[in-house]
């Protein structure tokens, strides 16, 4: 069988397959942070404050104006899956919930029926750089599930399933297991009313470190899920014969394992595959529904409601810079980590 369906370069933000719409990858080598936690004003000159993705000295503000992020803006119907290599973000949204997470740490929100949230990147450190690193993978919601009951919640670094293999030379491959199972190993439960939730559609997002010269094997998975392999970081891999450089989108097929040999580099991968939704999609900006007149019904009920207002006193809402890894529910339900 063969394995591999099409080769792509990376671009931005990355192209994905149904039942995903978009990701976008972050790479921030932000500087030491000023008392508000943002960039010195010096280092804003010569950016387009507000539309700042350049990469100006290897790093952007976004549409942030003093901390660097995206201030409050809305979404219905798909969901935010971000993932947290490095860095600290911090969340807000107009249910009243917030939240701090960092390394490892995975947020996962349902927009559903319509919220505003924030996520900005604050810059804790005064004395060092600030790296940032991550993944903002949207997941398309079902016509069923579109006007659900917006949720999110954390999945924490410390609970997050993580497969250790080694390969018969002792070189070691690093699985998470975001959503779905690769083997025996199952991820948590995504929010309820995720296309993930459902274990016959089989979504799976994998992020995967190998070290130079280890192989490993990806399961194979259902025959009509759609699998593509972002290749993001590291030098070559093999599969099926044939060598890839870094940089690349594989899109492969499901039901066929997928044996990766890796270069003379750590590789660094981010899997995502499950079955298509297989409806229309009509975007505009951050809402997505299936036909023009849901998206025109979704902007008239946006400037008629806010979707819930603002409560926050600040556009880009930034906790205290000794504050930890937390999670503030609509509920008033608070995890500290």
């Not at 947290?84 to 029926?113: P, Y």
């Not at 972002?230 to 899109?251: H, W």
């Not at 995502?272 to 997505?288: A, M, R, S, T």
């Not at 529904?289 to 025109?296: P, S």
Request: some cysteine.
């Amino acid at each position: 069988m063969t394995v591999i369906k099409n080769i792509k370069p990376l671009g931005f933000p990355w192209a994905t397959q149904d039942p995903f719409l978009f990701c976008a990858y972050h790479l921030d080598n932000y500087p030491e942070g000023n008392a508000n936690m943002g960039p010195d004003q010096e280092l804003l000159r010569g950016r387009n404050i507000g539309q700042d993705f350049q990469g100006k000295d290897g790093w952007s503000m976004y549409h942030g104006s003093d901390i660097p992020g995206f201030p409050y803006h809305p979404h219905r119907g798909f969901e935010t899956i971000t993932i947290n290599k490095q860095g600290v973000v911090d969340h807000s949204d107009s249910l009243g919930a917030a939240g701090r997470f960092m390394e490892g740490d995975v947020q996962w929100m349902t927009a559903g029926r319509g919220v505003q949230h924030s996520e900005m990147f604050p810059l804790v450190n005064e004395a060092e750089g600030n790296p940032l690193e991550i993944f903002q993978i949207w997941l398309n919601l079902p016509r069923a599930s579109k006007m659900v009951e917006a949720h999110f919640k954390m999945l924490w670094k410390e609970d997050i399933p993580v497969i250790h293999h080694e390969d018969n030379s002792g070189k070691k491959t690093t699985i998470e297991v975001i959503a779905g199972k690769i083997e025996d190993v199952g991820a948590l439960d995504p929010t309820p009313n995720s296309w993930a939730s459902n274990p016959a559609n089989g979504v799976g997002v994998f992020t995967v470190k190998m070290e130079a010269g280890a192989e490993w094997t990806l399961p194979a998975t259902l025959a009509e899920a759609n699998r593509s392999l972002f290749f993001y970081r590291g030098e070559d891999i093999q599969i099926d014969g044939r060598r890839i450089q870094s940089g690349s989108i594989i899109e492969a097929n499901a039901d066929a394992e997928v044996t990766i040999t890796n270069g003379m580099q750590e590789a660094y991968f981010l899997i995502l595959e499950g079955k298509p939704i297989g409806e229309p999609v009509v975007q505009h900006g951050p809402f997505v529904m299936n036909t023009v007149e849901e998206i025109q019904q979704t902007m008239r009920e946006y400037g008629q409601t806010q979707f819930g207002g603002w409560p926050w006193g600040e556009r880009e809402v930034a906790h205290p810079r000794d504050k930890g890894r937390f999670a503030l529910h609509a509920d008033g339900r608070e995890e500290i980590k």
